[in-house]
């Protein structure tokens, strides 16, 4: 955490930061190979590079997370050792990481002030305010909040700092974590994938910010992906490939075709598939359907839609409209529900299996006359067949299905959806707190999704491990090993590795929310074209997202949601993305399109 300081002497424009020949090694995996880079004070510098190229690895080294195997830093011309964030912080150096360093039970300016001595304290007033001398001055948390307030006022910040960290939004967590770096005097923000959690509007607002710090002096390196903003907030552009840096471009001189060029080392297609394909029937039906939170207020109300097969729905809102609340009711995870939830089973004249139907439950389907026999077309009597026989037949695929299984989940949990035979995938916002076990290896994390159908006491890792190495082989994902932590990986790879276990288990629906964020080029469109492809299995897909013009381009419609409500949903073939902005402030709901295109 460190003591505040002065504001930095080093005059604009001078090669203040400069790596050299630095090189990090994990296993065998060479993330940052012989780097040199200079960066200068006062500029906005973006790194791009691949996924898994090593942008937040090298920016790791200069924050004193991780130790170089070799190279060296140095600060005004002078040889520096950073073993730690606390050193980083001795050299006005502080990095704000894609996963928030925050208590989330304490307040904002508690989480801004937190292991500071009151000697520290009293400096980083005397940022904002100069002391009266030979005058005793209290350091507390109303005058820590007192001169945050006045750092906000002059940079721009818009925050509530009595708030509980619990029940911010991602992007004012963000924010929060800038302010706590500003505050404790740094002169040198790195930002680790910045607009990934941001709405349009939120992200003009942190370019705002981001302006009226480089006025202050302040020096800005952005890790991102997305090259429109590179091209909007930037002074210039660093290029890594598999470890290298290959190229550097002032942006005045760049495009979002040279930079995608060079970022990939060869000509890139920016185009997203969707596949035109007629739905296959309705696979969930969601009737007014309402969360609260535990004070009682509404998170989600009254919402209401049909999801059919062959198809992306797309779910757009600003950051907070009722998205998260939406996924979890349909996903069970919803405490305070209620409305109604059908799934429709496509298993017409399909045959009866073992998988999450045990010999009870298709008995009691066959007494409910569900069933008919393949081989002769009879309905199904089993009151003299015993369970041997029985076994037989399903086995045998000789017991279908009369009509597809209509089930009602709208009470039912995760576990109790799952144990009904319903195949449904999901892809959380937060891959690492409810997606993936970050201190476990990517084998025992695919072993999540399937260590319940095992017999007896012991797991048997040979089927996870296979599909660990499908995952990775498939996907691209760059990793030391099979039994490498989770939590090693770069996001990229982490959210390959959800979305390639998700997707492993054929749902007949999938939801994901946010599937690309923080996602280099190529792997944003790997995700776009495995999606594309999930649908034409016949998946009902629901996708929730944050760039409208990927949604306009990869959905069949688009549900829009403002504050809790259902505002529209509407033709993404036809719709502009001015049109579903409008509609993301209002509440007033309008319907284009029911779904039911080329049926």
Same mark, same amino acid.
């Given at each position: ?26 296993? !065998? ?14 500029? #906005? ?21 991780? @130790? ?6 140095? *600060? ?74 006045? $750092? ?34 740094? +002169? ?12 349009? @509007? ?36 660093? #290029? ?32 997203? =598939? ?10 969930l039906v969601v009737s007014s359907v309402s969360v609260r939170n535990k004070e009682g207020r509404y998170l989600l109300q009254d919402a209401t839609f049909t999801l059919f097969g062959s198809e992306i729905l797309g779910i757009a809102g600003i950051s907070n409209s009722g998205q998260k609340d939406l996924l979890d009711a349909i996903s069970g995870l919803a405490k305070d529900k209620t409305g109604e939830i059908i799934f429709h089973n496509p298993k017409k004249n399909r045959p009866v299996t073992f998988f999450h139907k045990d010999i009870k439950q298709i008995r009691q389907l066959a ?40 089930? +009602? *989940? ?29 201190? $476990? ?38 990793? =030391? ?67 409208? +013009?990927? $949604? ?18 509407? +033709? ?15 509440? !007033? ?7 039911? @295109?080329?049926?």
């Amino acid at each position: 955490q460190g003591l505040a300081h002065p504001a930095s002497p080093f005059p604009t424009g001078m090669e203040y930061i400069e790596l050299r020949n630095i090189t990090k090694k994990f296993g !065998e995996v060479v993330a940052n190979d012989a780097i040199n880079l200079s960066i200068r004070k006062g500029e #906005v510098l973006s790194i791009l590079g691949e996924n898994g190229s090593g942008k937040t690895t090298l920016l790791n080294v200069l924050d004193g997370i991780y @130790q170089p195997d070799g190279g060296e830093i140095l *600060i005004n011309g002078e040889e520096v050792s950073i073993k730690s964030p606390k050193d980083a912080f001795t050299h006005h150096i502080g990095m704000v990481h894609q996963h928030y360093k925050l208590v989330e039970a304490f307040s904002a300016v508690e989480n801004i002030v937190l292991g500071l001595s009151r000697k520290e304290l009293l400096s980083c007033y005397d940022r904002y305010e100069k002391p009266t001398e030979g005058k005793w001055r209290k350091a507390s948390i109303k005058e820590s909040a007192r001169h945050i307030t006045m $750092m906000c006022e002059k940079y721009g910040f818009q925050i509530n700092l009595n708030k509980i960290v619990a029940d911010m939004p991602v992007a004012e967590k963000q924010t929060l974590e800038i302010i706590k770096a500003l505050f404790r005097g740094i +002169d040198t923000l790195i930002l680790d994938e910045p607009t990934a959690v941001l709405t349009p @509007q939120e992200t003009k607002h942190l370019f705002d910010v981001i302006r009226n710090m480089k006025a202050q002096g302040k020096t800005i390196i952005i890790i991102t992906h997305k090259l429109n903003e590179v091209l909007e907030i930037s002074d210039r552009v660093v #290029v890594l490939r598999k470890g290298a840096l290959v190229d550097s471009i002032d942006t005045k001189d760049a495009s979002e075709s040279i930079l995608a060029d060079m970022m990939v080392g060869q000509k890139v297609a920016l185009d997203i =598939p969707r596949s035109q394909l007629a739905t296959t029937g309705e696979r969930l039906v969601v009737s007014s359907v309402s969360v609260r939170n535990k004070e009682g207020r509404y998170l989600l109300q009254d919402a209401t839609f049909t999801l059919f097969g062959s198809e992306i729905l797309g779910i757009a809102g600003i950051s907070n409209s009722g998205q998260k609340d939406l996924l979890d009711a349909i996903s069970g995870l919803a405490k305070d529900k209620t409305g109604e939830i059908i799934f429709h089973n496509p298993k017409k004249n399909r045959p009866v299996t073992f998988f999450h139907k045990d010999i009870k439950q298709i008995r009691q389907l066959a007494n409910e006359g569900k069933f008919y026999y393949k081989s002769t077309g009879g309905k199904v009597d089993l009151t003299h067949v015993g369970n041997k026989e029985l076994t037989k037949l399903v086995n045998d695929g000789e017991i279908l299905f009369y009509e597809d299984e209509i089930i +009602d *989940i709208s009470g039912k949990t995760p576990l109790e959806i799952r144990n009904l035979g319903i195949k449904l995938s999901f892809v959380p916002e937060d891959r690492l707190g409810m997606g993936l076990v970050g201190s $476990m290896d990517i084998v025992d994390n695919m072993l999540l999704r399937s260590y319940r159908k095992g017999r007896g006491r012991l797991l048997h890792k040979e089927k996870p491990k296979d599909l660990a190495a499908k995952v990775v082989e498939e996907l691209g994902v760059v990793t =030391p090993s099979l039994e490498t932590s989770v939590a090693k990986l770069s996001g990229g790879n982490i959210q390959k590795i959800l979305v390639g276990r998700e997707i492993s288990g054929n749902p007949k629906i999938l939801m994901v929310a946010y599937p690309v964020r923080g996602l280099d080029i190529r792997s944003s469109y790997l995700i776009y074209r495995l999606l594309d492809e999930q649908k034409k299995t016949g998946t009902g897909i629901i996708y929730v997202g944050e760039d409208l +013009d990927v $949604m306009l381009a990869l959905t069949d419609r688009i549900l829009v949601l403002c504050d809790g409500k259902i505002s529209g949903i509407v +033709d993404s073939r036809t719709a502009t993305k001015e049109e579903i902005g409008l509609l993301m402030g209002k509440k !007033e709901e309008r319907r284009e399109d029911d779904g039911t @295109q080329g049926q």
